[in-house]
């Protein structure tokens, strides 16, 4: 059966006068217009029936509703028949079954996100498990909620909670929503249906209060409290969130519901929702969405039919940085680890690294002492590979030395099983190369983690052309257990997040080279919305990891590498970055960053050895054009991936550059934005550029070709040719 088919309500009135309302549409029982429509005759009988005393209105298998169907926000595709304005909401949820004359009670299981939550706001009590999850997390997709949530959220949770709900999109589980009065209450899910007709049953004879959630006024605090509340919420917002509108749109339409009381409130959250539906930030953020899930579908793997194997027992080489973030992202989620390194006191601190990262969150209150302490007792050190025979997967996260990779290797296929996954954490090294003094390249892949590994999103997963489609799903599988991004991209140097930050920085030493500000360059792409410029995240990184990488672009694609030695220059005057307490700036001890006036005779140095002159067009370059020097590089970077399969869809690389380098999401990702700009434009920019300042500019062939023929750079190479 289709899922279009699936879209519906179920009624069933039992003999205790209850009528149970469940919606139907997986996998996620998303609100769809057939849905409401469904919904609203479910309610007209419900309410019709003489032998129904109360409703309850629960979701399919487990979930209540994640919500409005995305799919149709920004104009993804055709968005579905339109009512008028304000009919769900005022009309439907408000009049019609928040002020119905029997009772509803909601029974959430699963999720309650976004207009599922503001469906169980409008019924009359909430009943959910401990491990629900409630939340409104519309402005994670560039709308604000539109069924009344901005209106009775604050009205439940308080003003304060609320804002933070919606401004973070962050969702609460069914315990925490208990205590903030959110649900009334918490049961097993066995009891769930059981308790909400009850309830039900309660209200309709008076025994339990008959709650609008609308009209309540005792969780808004006085006039005054209201008003510092929503100040200091702007004045975050306005800090934070950086060239879009609607998280500030979200907190007016608060307060117009506590000023001018809630039916102005419901009208003001009509029109803006309506309004942001159709945004061009929504639809950058509706693709990411999207992008997002689709990058867990490769072509030719997830297609085939494969079931990810259990892999229980998993082994991390290394317990430096990136080894015990790896090992503190998958103890975090359960799994047994073994973390070896080659002596005691290597062991000693690695696991001391791993506990240090969990006791930070100890420190910000998401995790308690005693389960650090069981979180902690799935890990094991070891010194040698012995325990290695029962592993399911190793990744090893040694420093990047292709000798040392390949001897490890070669240990692990004596010690390891046939069937465990062998992957490198690499960051830039061909892992052809890595398991050359092996016989088990189908089982050797990538697991590319970002650092910090137990913080970073993305997970690159690396497939050589020998790896089997099995390691890939299996590799997949363990990713979204670990609540990572996992992106699958090809092998080659850089893979795809550090190919396309190599020209990011590229670019801007060029542009400081010949005469650019290196503060104005990072002003201008902090202000674009990437979390820093690139000066400010080389000094973060530390110049030994950018000369290093440097090197090995320079050997693999020495034809469009800039060769600046700005930043040798600056190590070999001992002036690292931010360890070092000078960069391109300059940190107190706080770690704050300040423009240093030094730099320019560093500059000056790199220049003459670079023996280019100031332009002064480049002096004097303005924003846009500093960001489209910066950022086109990269497309084009990004262009060459696509024609030599490194990813395999457009889209994966939005979410690498979005997830992995910091992209602005209210951009929908790099080829995204390329796109929305026309691919001629880019090119013609990059010929221009090319001619003057050589080849590093120069469009590669995939970009000049679609520029000629005014096809989108996100396109298919088959859907790209069946349009020529
Ligand atoms: C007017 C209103 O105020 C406006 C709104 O309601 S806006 C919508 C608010 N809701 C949301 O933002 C929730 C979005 N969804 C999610 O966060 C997650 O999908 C979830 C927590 C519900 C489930 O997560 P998970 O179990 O990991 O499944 P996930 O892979 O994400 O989703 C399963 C499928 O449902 C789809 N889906 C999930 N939520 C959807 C939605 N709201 N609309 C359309 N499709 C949706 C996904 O695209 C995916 O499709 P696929 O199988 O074809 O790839």
């Not at 500030?248 to 506590?258: K, W």
Request: glycine share 8%; aromatic share 8%; hydrophobic share 40%.
């Amino acid at each position: 059966m289709s899922r279009e088919a699936k879209r519906t309500t179920v009624l069933e009135v039992g003999d205790d006068g209850v009528a149970l309302i469940t919606i139907v549409n997986p996998p996620v029982n998303a609100l769809t217009a057939d849905i409401f429509h469904s919904l609203s005759e479910s309610y007209e009988q419900a309410l019709g029936r003489e032998d129904v005393k109360a409703i309850v209105v629960t979701g399919a298998k487990g979930i209540f509703c994640g919500g409005f169907d995305v799919s149709g926000f920004g104009g993804q595709k055709h968005q579905e028949e339109q009512t008028r304005p304000g009919y769900t909401s005022v009309d439907f949820f408000t009049d019609g079954l928040e002020g119905a004359k029997k009772p509803s009670v909601a029974a959430i299981d699963g999720v309650a996100l976004g207009g599922g939550l503001e469906l169980a706001m409008v019924c009359h009590a909430r009943i959910s498990t401990a491990t629900a999850r409630l939340g409104l997390p519309e402005l994670q997709l560039g709308v604000i909620p539109g069924l009344g949530g901005t209106q009775r959220l604050p009205r439940l949770v308080g003003l304060s909670k609320s804002l933070e709900m919606m401004l973070t999109s962050k969702a609460v589980e069914g315990t925490e929503a208990c205590i903030l009065g959110l649900v009334d209450a918490v049961v097993s899910p066995n009891e769930l249906l059981p308790t909400a007709r009850k309830w039900a049953l309660d209200i309709s004879q008076c025994r339990r209060p008959w709650v609008a959630s609308l009209y309540r006024t005792d969780r808004l605090g006085s006039l005054k409290d209201t008003r510092q509340i929503l100040k200091f919420a702007r004045s975050q917002v306005k800090k934070q969130a950086l060239n879009v509108k609607h998280p500030l749109i979200c907190i007016d339409v608060v307060e117009e519901g506590i000023i001018s009381g809630p039916q102005a409130g419901l009208w003001k959250e009509t029109q803006e929702s309506q309004q942001l539906q159709k945004s061009y930030t929504t639809k950058c953020l509706v693709h990411v969405f999207f992008a997002q899930r689709g990058a867990l579908k490769v072509p030719g793997i997830t297609d085939r039919g494969l079931m990810p194997r259990p892999l229980n027992k998993i082994a991390v080489l290394g317990g430096g940085l990136m080894g015990s973030g790896i090992a503190t992202a998958l103890i975090l989620s359960n799994y047994s680890v073994i973390l070896k390194e080659v002596n005691e006191k290597y062991l000693h601190a690695g696991i001391g690294r791993v506990r240090a990262n969990l006791e930070s969150h100890v420190k910000k209150g998401k995790m308690t002492e005693e389960k650090l302490e069981r979180t902690m007792s799935l890990l094991r050190g070891v010194l040698d590979y012995e325990s290695f025979r029962t592993v399911d997967l190793v990744i090893e996260a040694v420093i990047e030395d292709v000798s040392l990779k390949q001897q490890i290797f070669a240990e692990l296929e004596k010690y390891c099983s046939p069937y465990c996954i062998l992957a490198s954490n690499t960051s830039t090294i061909d892992l052809t190369i890595i398991g050359e003094r092996t016989n088990s390249l189908d089982r050797i892949a990538g697991a590319h983690f970002f650092s910090p590994a137990h913080v970073m999103p993305l997970l690159e997963i690396v497939r050589t052309r020998h790896t089997s489609p099995q390691v890939v799903v299996d590799l997949l599988n363990i990713g979204k257990k670990i609540k990572k991004i996992p992106v699958v991209v090809g092998n080659c140097t850089g893979f795809a997040v550090n190919r396309m930050f190599f020209p990011y920085t590229q670019a801007a030493l060029l542009l400081v080279e010949r005469g650019t500000n290196p503060y104005r360059i990072d002003d201008a792409i902090t202000k674009f919305g990437m979390p820093m410029g690139p000066f400010r995240l080389a000094d973060l990184v530390g110049f030994g990891v950018a000369i290093a990488t440097g090197m090995q672009f320079l050997e693999k694609f020495p034809e469009r590498t800039y060769k600046s030695m700005l930043i040798p220059i600056l190590q070999e005057d001992k002036r690292a970055g931010e360890s070092t307490n000078e960069g391109f700036y300059q940190y107190d001890q706080r770690r704050k960053a300040t423009a240093d006036p030094d730099l320019e005779k560093y500059i000056e140095k790199a220049r003459s050895i670079s023996g280019v002159t100031v332009d002064s067009k480049l002096v004097n370059i303005a924003e846009d054009d500093i960001v489209e020097m910066i950022f086109f590089p990269v497309v084009n970077e990004a262009c060459r991936m696509l024609a030599e399969g490194i990813a395999v869809k457009a889209a994966d690389l939005d979410i690498a550059a979005v997830m992995g380098m910091g992209f602005p999401p209210y951009r929908g990702g790099i080829v995204f934005w390329a796109d929305s700009l026309g691919s001629k434009h880019i090119c013609s920019r990059l010929d221009e550029w090319s001619k003057m300042y050589g080849d590093f500019f120069k469009p590669c062939p995939y970009l000049a070709e679609r520029a000629a023929k005014g096809i989108p750079l996100s396109l298919s190479s088959d859907q790209a040719n069946s349009r020529l």
